[in-house]
């Protein structure tokens, strides 16, 4: 009871969020969750980890306030099901696919190298499981290409397992995103071919806030500032739209 | 409770590999758990540690450093190029190499220990009736290890049915190649696919209690006289 009140009673003014948050947006996320302290004065607590494992702990009673997504599926199943507070679902990022290698010049400004077929394997995320996965597939397939080159897939679980088999040398290309390849603000290493947005669908975050936030300010105040000037300049120059 | 065709392609290949593995670490394991149980020298410290770190190491550690050196770039991906076999990340092989560092300790350390507990006198005995060192290792120490062998091979057969970290980074999780059991409880799971995910949990649940009953059962430690 006297938690209760105590609670209550707190200033609406500095209050803490725990935020679960997709990994592939982990580098973005510290980098505004570290301006949105200074700024607000609240206070963002971070974990990271995959979309799948956080709906499941979310369902399972899990201490989380907000929840950015890697795709716009599970926060729309968690609203259906009446674990977010109502009307705050948003797309804080969309992603953005390409086809890289790590040796410089294997891969075209044109993605010609996948019609070629001059290498052994693909690296691509579960199309099942990771939206950049599908958004690959998509694009494969929109290419006539899938048939002809599921047999050469390696799949990741993640972008990011997708990435290292990439950045290993282990595939010689592979689908990953834009935000993993992108060093300020251009393509780093190796070779790539942004993958065109019309080819397939677009690879929507979304975050939401969970029923447990419904009366936190600190949860409102960086709903509000993914949404501003500054959170939004820092997600682009990590290769995201929005 | 029903398995997909993928969730049966996925239990016989992890059959297969828990085969494979075992085997290789029965020959593999049982010469260096017979040097490690008689030797005098040194390196008994550092090889039995090397032995063990598989027991301490988080999977994916070990998963990492073998994706980077087997890889095109690594020094045994080099080699395996060299010797024709082409790269092993992503095969079935791959997972073989991986199991058998994997689950090394789970076949020596008890080897080790039956071989141990023979000792010395038996195998002098051995020597008087003029047996080769060869012969009565064959005819005097594996008999007496017997019960050493079954734990080992059911230890190494049930730890890489368990194993999901290393495949998990190696593997590709390419059906009937690498894609294990535990790979693709994790992808139901991930895919919010909970019903399969339970099919499957529960049937490795009762394997593995199954086989540590038999283990326990009918290979009862010796007890102290």
């Known amino acids: ?14 209050d803490a969020v725990m935020v679960a948050v997709a990994a592939n947006f982990t580098i973005p ?22 979309t799948g494992k956080f709906y499941a702990q979310i369902r399972n009673g899990a201490p989380f306030q907000m929840f950015l997504s890697a795709d716009d599926e599970t926060p729309a199943r968690l609203e259906r099901e009446g674990m977010t507070a109502a009307g705050t679902r948003f797309t804080y990022a969309v992603g953005t696919l390409v086809l890289w290698s790590a040796q410089p010049r294997f891969v075209d400004a044109r ?15 579960n199309a099942k499981l990771a939206p950049y996965g599908r958004a690959a597939s998509e694009t494969l397939n929109a290419l006539g290409l899938l048939d002809a080159l599921s047999p050469r897939f390696v799949q990741g679980e993640n972008i990011a397992q997708t990435f290292q088999y990439v950045q290993t040398g282990n595939a010689e290309l592979g689908f990953v995103a834009l935000s993993q390849v992108m060093k300020d603000g251009r393509i780093g290493a190796g070779s790539a071919w942004i993958v065109p947005a019309s080819l397939h669908a677009p690879i929507r975050q979304d975050a939401v806030i969970l029923k447990s936030g419904q009366g936190n300010a600190a949860a409102r105040a960086l709903a509000q500032y993914l949404k501003g000037d500054k959170a939004r300049a820092i997600i682009r120059s990590f290769g995201y739209e929005q | 409770m ?15 590999l828990a085969t494979v593995t075992t085997v290789l670490l029965l020959v593999i394991g049982t010469p260096l758990a017979w040097w490690l149980a008689r030797t005098r020298s040194w390196l008994k410290g550092p090889v039995g540690a090397v032995v063990a770190l598989p027991l301490v190491l988080p999977p994916t550690v070990l998963g990492f450093y073998l994706l980077v050196t087997l890889g095109p770039n690594g020094p045994v991906g080099q080699l395996t190029q060299a010797l024709g076999l082409g790269l092993l990340p992503f095969t079935f092989w791959g ?19 039956a071989f141990e507990a023979i000792g010395e006198r038996m195998l002098e005995a051995a020597a008087t009736l003029r047996a080769a060192p060869l012969d009565a290792f064959f005819s005097v120490a594996v008999p007496l290890a017997r019960p050493g062998f079954v734990t080992a091979s059911i230890l190494g057969f049930a730890h890489t049915v368990g194993e999901f970290g290393v495949v998990l ?9 690498t894609r294990v059991v535990s790979v693709q409880i994790y992808d139901h799971v991930e895919a919010l696919e909970y019903t399969q995910a339970h099919s499957l949990s529960a049937a490795m649940l009762v394997f593995s209690f199954l086989v540590l009953l038999a283990l326990y059962t009918f290979n009862p430690t010796r007890r102290k006289a």
């Open chain 2, 95 to 113: 997972l073989v190499v991986a199991s058998v560092l994997y689950s090394m300790p789970f076949v020596v350390q008890p080897l080790q220990n």
């Open chain 1, 1 to 14: 009871m006297a938690g209760l009140l105590l609670t209550g009673l707190r200033p609406a003014l500095a």
């Open chain 2, 2 to 16: 029903g398995f997909s065709d993928a969730d049966l392609a996925a239990i016989w290949l992890t059959l297969r």
């Open chain 1, 111 to 125: 993605g010609e190298v996948l019609g070629k077929g001059s290498f052994g394997k693909l690296a691509i995320a």
């Open chain 1, 29 to 50: 996320m510290q980098a505004i969750a570290t301006e949105f302290d200074k700024d607000t004065g609240h206070q963002a607590r971070l974990a990271f980890g995959s």
């Open chain 2, 169 to 177: 980074m190696i593997g590709g999780n390419i059906p009937n190649e």
